[in-house]
């Protein structure tokens, strides 16, 4: 089994983005192909996708033969039942690590997942977090152990969850990737044009 395995959290409609997340191309590729690459050159494995049941078999061609990756249907626009049907596809022991990553942003460098992995790993971290700029962002890596509350209807969400662990770990790093994200086609724009 890898250091940690991995969830993808794609399953928004993208309302205000006009069309789902899933199938943005940024930089002239599919932003969702992009965190799957990321996240296999960082050795995880399983990585469970989590994507809207109308576009399955388009996100299936745009994966291609990606190794080690399962697709999953989801009916929701929570993150949290997104998260909670990922952890239910995912064979991971108590203590692996797991990196949650969200399509609504833009992978961050193989040296900061790497960093956030290695700091998960550590004895007795429940979960590690980035900043940049004194910001905090994504991924969250969390051992199985702390998320498997959420297959047992965890009425919070995850960063309440991440919150409230008992030892976490802050990583600085200088990636600004960490604090990316975009609802809009406006956000989007911005993040093309470096604003």
Known sequence: MSAAAAIVLAAGEGRRMGGPKALLVVGGKPLLRQHVERLLEAGCEPI????????????RQL?????GVRLVAAETSSMAESLTIGLQHLLATPDQPIV????DSLPVRRSTLDALI???????????????????G?????????????????????????????????????????GHD??????????????
Not at 48 to 59: D, F, G, Y
Not at 63 to 67: N, S, W
Not at 127 to 133: E, F, I, L, M, S
Request: net charge negative; proline share 6%; charged share 25%.
């Open 48 to 59: 469970v996708v989590v994507v809207p049941a109308r576009i399955l078999e388009e996100v």
């Open 63 to 67: 994966l291609g033969d990606a190794r």
């Open 100 to 103: 949650i990553a969200t399509v």
């Open 118 to 136: 290695a700091s998960a790993l550590e004895s007795g971290v429940q979960v590690a977090t980035p900043v940049y700029q004194a910001r905090g």
């Open 138 to 178: 994504h991924p969250v890596v969390a051992r199985e152990s702390l998320l498997r509350v959420f297959r047992d209807g965890y009425p919070g969400t995850l960063r309440e969850l991440v919150r409230s662990a008992a030892v976490r770990r802050r990583l600085y790093v200088d990636d600004p990737a960490v």
């Open 182 to 195: 975009f609802d809009t086609p406006a956000d989007l724009a911005a993040l093309d044009t470096g604003e």
